[in-house]
């Protein structure tokens, strides 16, 4: 077989590959496509090939029928940084243009090399969002009393919980994920259609609206890339309405949410008040209508289940996987924090969520112990 026959073989491969992998993820469906060679080896190195096999790995043990062991989610987190290391070394093996690298970082990426991106961001959301659904049903147990918001904003940290790490990494790579597509969507000249970058910002949506109801708006910028996320599939609503229409109501709800939680927590602080330095007896005023009010009637608020009508049978999986309000978008995740390793978290309890810092890379942390694996 001539050279020109086996690039072309292997280029025909990828793309299957990866199509393959795109569908099993978005669809729910299992992957046909299997790889047998070793995707870790330094000769011909394929950052697409591995980030599929990467993501492969996720689906089938994260959403199979097993339970997740710690050190599965302990090679995940290798695994990752091993591919953001390595990221523009296997681009170049791929054929595809990395604008950062021979442009600088300020340079706009290219939609092939933006695609592999979103490909890493949208597997840590895959890896972790069973934690974060866990824990945004934890705090819809509690009934959203919990004031851990308040004592944020007033500098007094929560203790950290062992999935602390793994929950801040889901929103966090959410909100890269809109970043990235803000500086490629907003283009002139994209085709009509784009389905990963538009899956990618649903996906991301999804999960900066779970994120809200487990009260993370408090450490990272949810509410402002939720309303881009909904902007940027305002732009393909044309062939893609039913996910503009979902992350519309999702902003909705979410917006009702937040200030009902600040409603309890401004009441909760007034009873205090009212016992320390007493309280005038006033008349309460009228509950605020929020919205519907037209032409001096209340409209019915609700929305008819017609309207909302999927191109699919069911829902796409609801894929959930970096830049905490991070200035920087690199995806070089190599650096750590000085003294931590992830060998002497094996056996530890917690993880001490304060020492992370806002220009720091959530996928360098050192992730402990997984009570919710076990």
């Not at 002139?188 to 708006?217: E, I, N």
Request: net charge negative.
């Amino acid at each position: 077989m001539s050279h020109a026959d086996s690039a072309f073989r292997e280029r025909l491969w990828k793309a299957l590959r990866l199509f393959d992998t795109f569908a099993s993820g978005s669809l729910g469906r299992p992957i046909c496509t299997y790889e047998t060679r070793n995707t870790k080896a330094e000769k011909g190195y394929s950052s697409a090939i591995d980030m599929a096999a990467i993501i492969e790995a996720v689906l089938r043990e994260v959403y199979g029928p097993s339970k997740v062991s710690r050190d599965f989610i302990t090679n995940m987190t290798q695994e990752h940084r091993s591919w953001a290391t390595r990221m523009t070394s296997g681009l170049e093996a791929d054929g595809l243009e990395c604008a950062e690298q021979a442009h600088g970082y300020d340079s706009a990426p290219t939609l092939a090399s933006s695609n592999m991106k979103q490909s890493y961001y949208w597997s840590i959301m895959l890896l972790t969002r069973p934690v974060l659904l866990d824990r945004a049903a934890t705090q819809a147990t509690r009934g959203g009393v919990s004031d851990n918001g308040y004592r944020v904003q007033q500098g007094a940290f929560p203790p950290p919980h062992p999935d602390t790490a793994l929950v801040y990494a889901s929103a966090d790579s959410a909100v890269r994920i809109v970043r990235l597509l803000e500086t490629i969507l907003t283009r002139d000249g994209l085709p009509k259609r784009l389905p990963f970058p538009v899956h990618s910002a649903f996906t991301a949506a999804l999960t900066l609206g779970v994120a809200t109801f487990a009260d993370l708006d408090h450490v990272f910028p949810l509410r402002s890339n939720l309303e881009i996320a909904g902007q940027l599939l305002q732009r393909f609503e044309k062939h893609d309405r039913y996910y503009c229409q979902v992350v519309q109501q999702l902003q909705s709800a979410c917006d009702e949410y937040v200030e009902q939680r600040n409603n309890r927590i401004i009441e909760k602080q007034s009873h205090l008040v009212g016992e320390l330095f007493g309280r005038l007896q006033e008349k309460s005023p009228m509950p605020k209508q929020k919205r519907g009010n037209m032409n001096g009637g209340w409209a019915d608020e609700r929305v008819p289940a017609l309207e909302l009508q999927s191109p699919l049978a069911s829902l796409p999986t609801i894929c959930l996987t970096e830049d905490s309000a991070l200035e920087c978008d690199t995806t070089d995740v190599t650096g750590g924090f000085p003294g931590m390793s992830l060998d002497s978290f094996q056996d530890s309890a917690s993880i001490d969520i304060s020492i992370i810092d806002d220009s720091s890379d959530i996928g360098s942390l050192a992730f402990s112990s997984l009570s919710w694996y076990q």
